[in-house]
Nanobody
Framework: QVQVVESGGDLVQPGGSLRLSCAASGSIFSIYPMAWFRQAPGRQRALVATITSGGSTVYVDSVKGRFTISRDNAKNTLYLQMNNLKPEDTAVYYC?????????WGQGTQVTVSS
C-alpha cells in the first residue's frame, strides 16, 4: 500500500502553467510505476500519464507536448508539470501507483482553468 498527498492545484487562466506534486509514503516508492489521473466534473476518473521506476513515460493524447510527468525517488515525490493549460484540463488530479491501488487514492488537488 502507498499513501499519497497531492498538492499544487489552483485557478489558472488558459495558457498558464502549474506544477503538481505528490508526496508518497508507506511503500518502496522508487520501485513502482506511478501515474497521474484526473476526474473532470460529471466524468469518471481517467489516466493522464505514467512513469516507470526507470523514468520511461507515457501520456494520453490530449496532454502530449503540454504535460510532463517526473519523479524524484530520493524524495518519494511525483510531479506533473502542466503547460499551456486549457479549460478542458479542469479536474481534480490524483496520483497513485500504476496500475492503481484502490485503497491508495488521496484527496486529490483541484485544477481549474478559466478566464
Amino acid at each position: 500500500q502507498v499513501q499519497v498527498v497531492e498538492s499544487g492545484g489552483d485557478l489558472v487562466q488558459p495558457g498558464g502553467s502549474l506544477r503538481l506534486s505528490c508526496a508518497a509514503s508507506g511503500s518502496i516508492f522508487s520501485i513502482y510505476p506511478m501515474a497521474w489521473f484526473r476526474q473532470a466534473p460529471g466524468r469518471q476518473r481517467a489516466l493522464v500519464a505514467t512513469i516507470t521506476s526507470g523514468g520511461s513515460t507515457v501520456y494520453v493524447d490530449s496532454v502530449k507536448g503540454r504535460f510532463t510527468i517526473s519523479r524524484d525517488n530520493a524524495k518519494n515525490t511525483l510531479y506533473l508539470q502542466m503547460n499551456n493549460l486549457k479549460p478542458e484540463d479542469t479536474a481534480v488530479y490524483y496520483c497513485n501507483r500504476f496500475p492503481p491501488l484502490e485503497d491508495s487514492w488521496g484527496q486529490g488537488t483541484q485544477v481549474t482553468v478559466s478566464s
